[in-house]
């Protein structure tokens, strides 16, 4: 058990830039989701996949967002046309069905 | 709407006494809580977690408490490292076995002092 790996860890960018973010799970976890983290708040719920389901959306993955995990097993997020407000640590975690979610170490973006 | 709400940004304790976090939820639908501990640059790392059909659990120095009629979860620490510092988020979610998406609070930093 490797744990959930991210990568980049960290991204700068320009704004109006596209920037895409991987996430591999826990092996054997059929669950993963997305949050983000601003400062000085707790992280925020984006979305999440069962298998390679994308079940549910947060209203704050605007349409310039868009998750996949194609085969069930790993993930990408990615940020079209970039703004300063997308400035934020993405997290990622991974659980198997009612068990505890595990989180990866994130992805810092900078939009400049 | 903050359905989480973590009303302490900061706390301060000696080494070796007790810790008590607090965390206050609003959606009675709750029915799973979790709380994480939080280093600089790194993902939130699991505590301890509880079931709305019990109001304790522990683990080593972790003890979470449940009152449901207060809408209050607490995380107390003892005793006390150094170590401990870092920023702790209570978290909970609705029908958890179905996919379980978390409500975060916004966090308490706890500094532990030797």
């Known amino acids: 058990d490797t744990g959930v790996s991210q990568d980049p860890r960290h991204k700068i960018t320009k704004r109006g830039q596209n920037v895409t973010f991987r996430c591999d799970p826990i092996?054997?976890?059929?669950?993963l989701y997305w949050y983000r983290q601003t400062l000085g708040q707790g992280p925020e719920f984006l979305t999440y996949f069962q298998n390679e389901a994308q079940l549910e959306k947060s209203r704050l993955l605007s349409d310039r967002f868009s998750a996949e995990r194609p085969k069930g097993s790993f993930s990408t997020l990615e940020i079209q046309r970039t703004e300063q407000g997308d400035s934020a640590m993405y997290l990622c975690a991974s659980d198997r069905d009612g068990e505890t979610q595990y989180f990866g170490p994130g992805t810092r973006l900078l939009v400049l | 709407d903050q359905q989480v709400k973590q009303n302490s940004p900061s706390l301060s304790v000696q080494e070796g006494r007790i810790s008590i976090l607090n965390c206050d939820y609003t959606n009675s639908m709750f029915d799973y809580f979790l709380w994480y501990k939080k280093y600089p640059a790194e993902g939130p790392t699991f505590l301890i977690s509880i079931s709305s059909i019990k109001d304790k659990n522990e683990d080593g120095r972790f003890t979470v408490f449940l009152n449901k009629s207060a809408k209050h979860l607490s995380l107390h620490i003892v005793p006390s490292q150094p170590g401990d510092s870092a920023v702790y988020f209570c978290a909970a979610s609705v029908d958890y076995n179905q996919g379980g998406k978390l409500i975060f609070g916004q966090g308490t930093e706890l500094s532990v002092k030797p």
């Open positions: 092996s054997e976890h059929n669950r």
